[in-house]
């Protein structure tokens, strides 16, 4: 028999094509999500919560080692975690928080110092060794054989329904004869999921198990979901660093603006592992990408442009800063409240400092009178709120990114319909995709090959140039303007420019 020594996270099923991507990512995934936001029960028949158990001691390799021999006898996908306190409140900050991604959580290696200690998670934790462990976790393990996407009916939110319900989730643990690298953790609140907002950890986890399998099969990383009950900025902080000698990374995830901000600036400083913001970096990478291809078509320069954004949240902003570097200088954002300005009542902390470099003239109009003449619309806030007047307003070929998910600023054939010139959204059931999954895949995979700890601006343009790059002269089109999501070039480039 084989000795194992390492165990990595692995998808269910294989993306294979935008069908596959849309069932396993977005757009179907919000089903599952708003399935156990409706019932929480529901996390155990489409996500593999049922089957998975959190191995937590003081030393990452004894939790290996138990995680090992959980999936070898129980075929458990078990997740090895080390905590770097003995203190009780500190444990019990963990394992109370950790809940939403796990059916149970495996305390015997620490026996001696959680017997007291009053839990409050409701799933089954142990504390000390029993006799029928199988019983005790009450883990159920759900496998596809010979699946085939043509066996799925229906609309791409009922198909993914039934592709989770029938494997349980999209993710399992495998055992691997070699040592493996620790898996990049996927953190996540749950306070800003797609576009279906502040869900709640719980519900957010089909999202993060959906990430995990683009992680693996487009980035061959490891990644683990670790969704938390929490949404307090400092215990989300105090629970990475708790927990980082477990992971080679973390992604955070769908957390809201402001939070976000302080929670990623505050872990870059204190974190010994790169810590990069999706939501915000990555997106922003894809979009620059975009947009200097898009403007290479209409032929216009980035520093003539005027660029209207519809929302001020994490990905917002940190697009708008990536899109500032590059030489932009005529920008507008908008948000729930109108124009972002400075000094403005509702502003906070970030969208004062945005103000700082956006928006100079002060306007206060409303979207609809500013976007008149725009060049570019980018989108990242909320579902239809863009029309034809709109569109028609704007100024000669204009650019239209409508990135709400999983539905829209406004679908991007009607766009086209009502005089865009080039029209870019988040899904993949739509010409020029604009999403993630181009860039955190084959970042990650660079970050961990060449050991680099600190994700720079630097690193973030040169994946933005490299991924532009990637659509050559001939191939540029008004349907063209990126790589598919699914070309195995982009994280192979992505990764290599991870320097």
């Known amino acids: 028999m084989a000795k194992f020594q390492g165990i990595k996270i692995v998808s269910k099923v294989e993306v294979t ?34 089957n998975s158990v959190a191995v937590i001691s003081f030393d990452y390799e004894k939790s290996l080692e138990r995680a090992i021999f959980l999936k070898s006898t129980l075929g458990i996908d078990a997740y090895p975690l080390e905590i770097s306190s003995k203190e009780a409140s500190k444990i019990k900050l963990v394992v109370d928080n950790i809940e939403p991604s796990f059916g149970a959580i495996d305390l015997s290696l620490m026996s001696d110092f959680v017997s007291n200690i009053d839990f409050e998670a409701q799933i089954p934790i142990l504390k000390e060794n029993v006799p029928d462990l199988k019983t005790f976790f009450l883990c159920v393990s759900k ?11 229906g609309t791409t939110s009922e198909k993914s329904l039934q592709l989770r319900k029938m494997a349980g989730g999209v993710i399992e643990t495998e ?19 797609l576009g279906l907002g502040d869900i709640g950890g719980l519900a957010g986890l089909p999202v993060m198990e959906g990430k995990a399998v683009l992680f693996s099969d487009l980035g061959n990383v490891s990644a683990m979901p670790l969704c938390l009950k929490t949404q307090k900025t400092n215990e989300i902080i105090e629970i990475v660093l708790l927990l980082q000698n477990s992971f080679s990374g973390v992604n955070l995830e769908d957390i809201k603006a402001p939070r976000c901000f302080e929670v990623e600036d505050n872990l870059i400083e204190k974190a010994e592992i790169p810590i990069f913001h999706d939501d915000q970096h990555g997106t922003a990478i894809v979009v620059l990408a975009s947009l200097l291809n898009a403007l290479h078509l209409v032929e216009k320069k980035v520093e003539d442009i005027k660029i209207i954004f519809s929302g001020a949240g994490a990905a917002a902003i940190a697009v708008c800063k990536l899109i500032l570097s590059v030489g932009v200088k005529n920008i507008i954002m908008y948000d729930i409240d109108g124009a972002i300005y400075k000094g403005r009542q509702q502003n906070n902390f970030a969208h004062e400092e945005i103000a700082k470099y956006t928006n100079i003239n002060g306007s206060k109009a409303p979207l609809v009178e500013e976007i008149k003449n725009a060049d570019v619309f980018i989108g990242l806030s909320a579902p239809n709120i863009l029309n034809e007047e709109m569109i028609k307003s704007m100024a000669n070929k204009p650019i239209v990114f409508a990135l709400a998910n999983p539905t829209p600023e406004i679908l991007p054939d009607k766009a086209l319909e009502y005089g865009a010139y080039i029209a870019a959204s988040g899904r993949s059931d739509f010409p020029n995709q604009i999403n993630n999954s181009l860039i955190f895949p084959g970042l990650f995979n660079g970050v961990i090959k060449n050991n680099i700890r600190k994700i720079t601006q630097e690193i973030k343009l040169n994946c933005a140039f490299a991924l532009a790059s990637l659509v050559k002269e001939g191939e540029l089109s008004r349907d063209y303007i990126l790589p598919d999501a699914l070309d195995r070039q982009v994280p192979l480039t992505i990764s290599n420019n991870c320097i």
């Open 17 to 50: 094509d935008k069908q596959a991507l849309a069932v396993v990512y977005t757009p179907g995934v919000a089903a599952s999500c708003l399935k156990i936001k409706e019932n929480p029960e529901c996390s155990y028949d489409y996500t593999n919560r049922e």
């Open 143 to 153: 496998n596809l054989f010979m699946f085939s996407y043509d066996k799925l009916t």
């Open 175 to 193: 055992l691997c004869e070699e040592k493996q690298v620790k898996p990049v953790a996927i953190i996540s609140d749950g306070s800003a999921v």
